[in-house]
């Protein structure tokens, strides 16, 4: 090999080199096949992860599958309204009346906050309860001016419509049009005692209207509050269940 | 560079494997581009396996007639992935945030089982979702303590939280000759996640962030491939809310999104156009560890001259092996 052809090798090898280093990498992504692996009760289960769950899941287990009460029928969350949606709501306004002591006018359950979309007909555990609310969030109560409440409901129509129980509206251009609480046109000046999570009356979901005001609080959770509404069904000899009532509605 | 004891013990039957799968792969890659292809080689091969909102879900969805009953579960989750490193000689585990929060295990042990999961399953890379911080900023560093794999976000500044110094704005991972480069956003925190849970949490803008370290990744540390783990949300009706789709298309030095929070079932990954008229692939797999995204990436040699050119990917379904 002569002189001349070793020195050009050295040269481009030297010049690959350098744009390996200063630029950017050696190779670009030319092509990409997608694939979706399906995870179901087929797949075969790797046992060390079997084992290293099971202290965990029993003790977990242990607690969650006490049944708590029985679904008489099959419940949906939906926008505006569905009856997940109501049977939450109501029980946030009845629990909040009990823990507080108080009538509470109005009731709301963020549509976010609800991490189950349907609940199917039969018994209920513990643990659908944790997963329809896993969040550690407070009940609390609040007393509003009508015109704050007005503009909460304006948060909730822009947002498409949250589990409501205590009030009935329209949904219009994203604001709360015809609003009833009780049964009653909405007083702008009049004041309401709303039941809410912590997660809301400090501004979650944008909610920033609620943040300066006041709450009460006795430290019982949303999803406790839940659990007692349906033990307290249950205690009845009755089962759980609930309607569309035309709550919250869209404008035609 | 980190590697799960599982891989290590992988490498010689990899060996042994590697011929036939760069065989198949060559195949596959001829069915999809053709002869051009052909003339760029050698091959070079990378699976990125992607989860995102797994939500604690640590077992599959009860048999109680509910939708997804049956579906999910790490046991199973894991079994896949180590069948698929078994036969795949460059495997990346990832995942786009939200952990935390959605079954009573997280009640009950603040994150530690989903973790150690996480862990056996030889996750490489992560990046943070809202609801990590629901057991507050100082349980997510605690329990990061059962990992062997980094946080990457770059648009969360940790600085004087519990956090400082736990989480880094980019990673990069060698597999083979190929040099993966990582950056991760997370989404904006007011209105979202509590201010007590945030702490000194300070939220920047995730497109300005997550470009820098992506020209840092692709210009600098010579990334052939750079990946971001997002939490931003596919995309939102509100057009100014930022999302996977704008940073897709802001972005100059991103090739992949992996992207959460908006729980999206994608039934591909979308291809948008970034800045220079390149190809970035967006991806999201759901929720609740139902699905495990798979993207089989093929790499041509670049070539001096067109660097700055703009690239097009091509996409297709994978075909079963």
């Known amino acids: 090999m002569s002189m001349f052809s070793s020195a050009s090798i050295r040269i481009i090898g030297l010049l690959t080199i350098c744009t390996a280093i200063a630029c950017t990498g050696s190779y670009s992504p030319a092509t990409v096949q997608y694939d979706k692996v399906r995870i179901t009760t087929e797949s075969p289960k790797d046992k060390n992860l079997e084992q290293l769950l099971k202290p965990y899941s029993d003790s977990v287990n242990h607690s969650m599958n006490i049944v708590v009460g029985e679904l008489e029928r099959e419940l949906e969350k939906k926008l505006p309204e569905g009856t997940l949606n109501n049977l939450l709501a109501d029980a946030m306004q009845v629990e909040a009346s009990k823990a507080f002591g108080v009538p509470v006018d109005a009731a709301f359950v963020n549509y976010g906050g609800v991490r189950t979309s349907q609940l199917p007909a039969g018994p209920i555990t513990i643990g659908k309860v944790y997963e329809i609310m896993p969040f550690d969030n407070l009940l609390i109560i609040q007393e509003l001016k009508g015109s704050v409440l007005q503009q909460l409901l304006n948060r909730i129509a822009e947002r498409g419509g949250w589990p409501s129980a205590g009030v009935q509206f329209t949904i219009k251009d994203k604001k709360a049009v015809d609003v009833l609480v009780g049964g009653k046109p909405l007083d702008p000046s009049a004041n309401y005692i709303v039941a809410n999570s912590d997660y809301i009356a400090n501004g979650g979901d944008d909610c920033d209207m609620l943040t300066p005001i006041p709450q009460q609080n006795k430290g019982v959770l949303v999803r406790d509050a839940f659990l007692h509404y349906f033990q307290s069904i249950t205690a009845a000899g009755k089962k759980i269940n609930a309607q569309i009532e035309n709550r919250v509605r869209y404008a035609q | 560079m980190r590697k799960s004891k599982t891989e ?124 990590d911080f629901d057991a507050g900023l100082e349980n997510f560093a605690t329990q990061l303590q059962l990992v062997n794999f980094p946080v990457v976000i770059a648009n969360y500044d940790f600085t004087n939280t519990v956090m400082e110094g736990k989480a880094r704005p980019y990673h990069i991972i060698k597999k083979g000759k190929l040099k993966i480069g990582l950056t991760g956003v997370g989404i904006e925190l007011k209105g979202l996640v509590p201010d007590n849970l945030a702490g000194n949490t300070k939220y920047l803008d995730p497109v300005v962030e997550a470009s820098r370290q992506a020209e840092f990744l692709k210009r600098k540390a010579g990334c052939d491939l750079v990946v971001c783990l997002s939490h931003l949300g596919y995309k939102y009706r509100e057009a100014n809310k930022v999302s996977d789709e704008i940073l897709a298309r802001e972005s100059e030095h991103i090739d992949v999104i992996i992207g959460g929070h908006t729980h999206t079932f994608l039934d591909a990954p979308v291809v948008y156009k970034n800045k220079f008229g390149s190809d970035v692939i967006v991806n999201q797999v759901g929720w609740a560890g139902i699905l495990l995204g798979r993207m089989d990436f093929g790499f041509q040699r670049n070539k001096k001259k067109n660097l700055e050119a703009s690239r097009s990917v091509i996409i297709g379904k994978k075909t079963s092996e």
């Open chain 2, 8 to 131: 290590y013990g992988m490498l010689n039957r990899r060996k042994f494997l590697q011929s036939a799968s760069l065989a198949t792969g060559a195949l596959l890659t001829q069915r999809v581009i053709g002869q051009e292809w052909m003339e760029d080689n050698p091959v070079n091969q990378l699976t990125i396996l992607h989860t995102n909102d797994v939500h604690s879900r640590l077992d599959p969805f009860p048999m109680d007639g509910s939708r997804n009953q049956g579906l999910g579960g790490v046991a199973a989750r894991a079994e896949i992935i180590k069948s698929i490193r078994a036969t795949t000689e460059h495997v990346l585990l990832v995942d786009a945030g939200d952990i935390f929060q959605g079954t009573p295990y997280f009640n009950f042990y603040k994150g530690e089982p989903e973790m150690k999961a996480m862990a056996a399953m030889g996750y490489e890379a992560v990046t943070m979702g809202n609801h």
